[in-house]
């Protein structure tokens, strides 16, 4: 049974920074590929960042040079470093992982429940 167990959320001045991981089971990682998604309420759910199974990471544009996906296959995590965040950015982040690369897609099979990140302005 696959699980993926975000934390790291909390609350934020504009500026600053969090870290959100994603604790993984039930599949081999690293073989999958795993991507941040965010999801405003009454909003479509955004893709964030993604990595494959080669480790090669995308960026919505909105993010690029801010946030940097990582993650350590030995602890079955993956990173999200969020840094300047912004007001908007108020959103919950989710983990997914598929066996498909689905870059920034909301397609991936499996999905946690969430943490949320507050950015005050």
């Known amino acids: 049974q696959v699980q993926l167990v975000e934390s790291g959320g909390g609350s934020v001045q504009a500026g600053g920074s969090l870290r959100l991981s994603c604790v993984a089971s039930?599949?081999?990682?690293?073989?999958?590929?795993m991507g941040w998604l965010r999801q405003a309420p009454g909003k479509e759910r955004e893709g964030v960042a993604a990595?494959?199974?080669?480790?090669?990471?995308s960026y919505a544009d909105s993010v690029k040079g801010r946030f940097t996906i990582s993650q350590d296959n030995a602890k079955n995590t993956l990173y999200l470093q969020m840094n300047s965040l912004k007001h908007e950015e108020t959103d919950m982040y989710f983990c997914?992982?598929?066996?498909?690369?689905?870059?920034?897609?909301?397609?991936?099979?499996?999905w946690g429940q969430g943490t949320q990140v507050t950015v005050s302005s």
């Open positions: 039930g599949f081999t990682y690293g073989r999958y590929c």
């Open positions: 997914a992982a598929d066996s498909i690369y689905w870059w920034l897609l909301q397609t991936y099979k499996y």
């Open positions: 990595i494959d199974s080669d480790g090669i990471t």
